[in-house]
């Protein structure tokens, strides 16, 4: 696990509704208010942690976030990945050793619900929106637990370049067999993050690009030879897929 760093100064840029949600495809595009602040974080940026009393939502707009615990002893512990299109919910400022960094140049937009909870409530669409994003945090904690308790190294390593290929194809809208992701991670966080350690991660990789299932071109971009064959390493391939299991 790696020592934690800093918190830097943010970049602050007021941007509108309509583009800035549009354009990453938000399924709160309709329901987050007029009132929408457009941030950049640089790399090791921390995101500010919630202090109000609203129901605050982030969107990914381009780059990584992580979500990171800090331990007693001052390491760092990756929780969670957010990639451009996923919608989270700010590190609260009453739990400061849960907390959000930006892992790359990161485009984030950020609104409110409601101005408070009781009309978030009493608003169908909107709470069914808010309800649909705590769902899918438990179903991805889940499915994490999962990959921690029961799968192998190889397997952990699959099923993490699957899903991050997969979330990516679902963003962009392609199907296609070869797909290059971001992964501005060293090889330390993904170690940390699939609790491995990091000699076991650059083992895997070096088999599977002996496969030719993945290429690095540049130290931060996994290119995916064939997505297909990932997947069937991986025992929640039809999940990451989004397709049903054949009975």
Not at 101 to 117: I, P
Not at 154 to 169: D, G, I, P, W, Y
Not at 174 to 199: G, K, M, W, Y
Not at 209 to 223: G, L, S
């Amino acid at each position: 696990m790696n020592k934690i760093s800093q918190e830097n100064p943010i970049q602050v840029v007021e941007a509108s509704v309509g583009p800035c949600l549009t354009s990453c495809q938000c399924l709160f595009a309709r329901h987050i208010g007029p009132q929408v602040i457009h941030r950049r974080y640089k790399r090791g940026d921390r995101l500010p942690l919630d202090t109000s009393t609203e129901t605050r939502i982030r969107v990914i707009r381009s780059g990584m976030v992580a979500t990171s615990a800090t331990l007693a002893d001052g390491r760092r512990q990756l929780l969670c990945l957010r990639m451009p299109g996923d919608a989270m919910r700010p590190a609260k400022s009453v739990a400061p050793e849960i907390w959000d960094e930006a892992l790359t140049e990161t485009d984030v937009c950020e609104g409110t619900f409601a101005e408070n909870r009781e009309a978030l409530y009493a608003d169908g669409e909107k709470f069914r929106a808010f309800f649909d994003l705590t769902e899918a945090e438990m179903e991805s904690g889940l499915a994490h637990r999962l990959l921690l308790g029961r799968f192998n190294a190889r397997e952990r390593l699959c099923t993490f370049l699957s899903a991050m290929v997969n979330r990516a194809k679902r963003f962009r809208g392609i199907t296609d067999e070869t797909v290059a992701v971001a992964l501005p991670l060293s090889r330390e966080d993904i170690a940390d993050f699939l609790c491995l350690n990091a000699a076991t991660v650059t083992r895997e990789i070096k088999k599977l690009k002996a496969e030719n299932i993945v290429r690095f071109p540049t130290p931060t971009v996994c290119e995916v030879l064939n997505t297909r064959k990932l997947e069937e390493l991986t025992p929640l391939a039809l999940k990451l897929c989004g397709q049903p299991k054949a009975t």
